[in-house]
């Protein structure tokens, strides 16, 4: 079992920036992958970008160039900055830890940005 505790999110301005944290505990596996999803009201959730244990990242096109994530593998935590907010980024951020075939996924931030 891995669990996931999502904090950082919260209303920000747009143009402004958050900085998202994902813990992990459990049953940690060195290789894995861990991501970012978000999911806005009446939408499906997406994904925002995604980190290996490697250090490899991947973003979604809407992301690219205004969010970076990054991952501390000592400590077990990814993280999400997030830059020149939009109001369409208004959305609960969910963190995922995939591994071994299975895949774990947090409770969630709400990110609000207004315009």
């Known amino acids: 079992q891995v669990q996931l505790v999502e904090s950082g999110g919260g209303l920000v301005q747009a143009g402004g920036s958050l900085r998202l944290s994902c813990a992990a505990s459990?049953?940690?596996?060195?290789?894995?992958?861990m991501c970012w999803y978000r999911q806005a009201p009446g939408n499906q959730r997406e994904l925002v970008a995604a980190i290996t244990s490697g250090g490899s990242t991947n973003y979604a096109d809407s992301v690219k160039g205004r969010f970076t994530i990054s991952r501390d593998n000592d400590k077990n935590m990814v993280f999400l900055q997030l830059n020149s907010l939009k109001p369409e980024d208004t959305a609960v951020y969910y963190c995922?830890?995939?591994?071994?075939?299975?895949?774990?996924w947090g409770q969630g931030t709400q990110v609000t940005v207004s315009s």
């Open positions: 459990g049953s940690i596996f060195r290789i894995n992958v």
């Open positions: 995922k830890y995939s591994s071994e075939g299975f895949n774990y």
